[in-house]
């Protein structure tokens, strides 16, 4: 489906493998912001990935935000959404959705027991969301299922092989350990309060405040705060904390001209030895190397 001049640039492509399972890929740019109300009536589960740009949603009277480089797996039943896109944004996404038969039968173990179950997961809920950064493994799959989705010529098999595993990944990551607890309900005030304190850690990244301090300066309780970050943006406050000061240090090293302790020093690290073990632990290669050039 292309999109009219008058509503924006680009397309929604839908792809169904098999019968219960249905893929989206969304690439477009809006002119301006909308607003688009989905009725859901039938139960489903929506995994999706989203490679650029942002979606708002609002479910049931909670806001979240779909945003770029996330993972996000949706348990809904029968309710209404409202997705919101800004204009003059490109959105790039691919979405799932399987309905909760299949679910189940994916979540099935090979004597015939469930240790997942759709209606558990809710636990009395009509939704329930579970978000992350999309990992490398999960980049590694969704190139190979945006290539043959671009491909003609790709058998149904290959692409339903990819999209499967892809799911037993997420499912993996998102859905093992203990018991599900409800999700929090946020205001859409309380996820603006939240966003805010994204910004400040990005904006005082060398000397961060305390969570008690930044609970104070966005005016929410740091439980809300820690649980609703989580929530939003799949990581913890300081977890997100550490992912902008390595992905600053990444790109200052890249530009060259800098040297390790310069760049440590930069993004808010006293312990150049320290530093170096998260910058390696995070992108897989020694600091040094990118300063003298080998990578």
Do not use: W
Not at 255 to 269: F, N, P, R, T
Not at 277 to 294: D, H, I, M, T, W
Request: aromatic content about 8%.
């Amino acid at each position: 489906m292309k999109l009219v001049p008058s509503v924006g640039e680009g397309s929604v492509r839908r792809l169904s493998p098999r019968s219960d399972l249905e893929a989206a890929v969304s690439d477009f740019k809006l002119n301006q912001r909308r607003q688009i109300r989905i009725h859901q009536g039938a139960p489903m589960v929506e995994l999706s990935y989203c490679f650029e740009g942002a979606r708002e949603t609002r479910i049931a009277g909670a806001d979240y935000e779909i945003a770029a480089d996330s993972c996000t797996l949706l348990l809904m039943d029968q309710a209404d959404a409202n997705l919101e896109f800004d204009g003059e944004r490109t959105f790039h996404m691919l979405g799932i959705g399987i309905p909760i038969e299949t679910f189940h039968l994916f979540m099935e173990d090979t004597r015939g027991r469930r240790p997942a179950d759709f209606h558990r997961i809710l636990g009395g809920e009509s939704f329930r969301i579970f978000q992350q950064k999309t990992d490398p493994a999960a980049r590694l799959l969704l190139q190979r299922i945006m290539r043959c989705a671009a491909e003609p010529g790709t058998k149904r098999l290959e692409l339903e092989c990819a999209i499967l595993e892809l799911f037993g990944q997420a499912f993996q990551q998102l859905l093992s350990g203990p018991p599900h607890a409800a999700s929090l309900r946020l205001s859409r005030s309380d996820a603006d309060k939240i966003r805010r304190a994204k910004e400040i850690l990005a904006e005082r990244m060398t000397e961060p405040p305390s969570l008690i301090a930044l609970s104070r300066m966005i005016g929410l309780n740091d439980y809300k705060l820690k649980a609703g970050f989580k929530e939003l943006f799949g990581t913890t406050v300081f977890g997100y904390l550490k992912e902008v000061r390595l992905e600053t240090a990444l790109r200052l090293l890249q530009q060259g001209g800098i040297s390790v302790l310069e760049a440590a020093c930069a993004v808010g690290y006293s312990n150049p030895s320290y530093f170096a073990a998260s910058f390696r632990k995070q992108f897989g290669v020694n600091p040094g190397e990118l300063v003298r050039g080998r990578v």
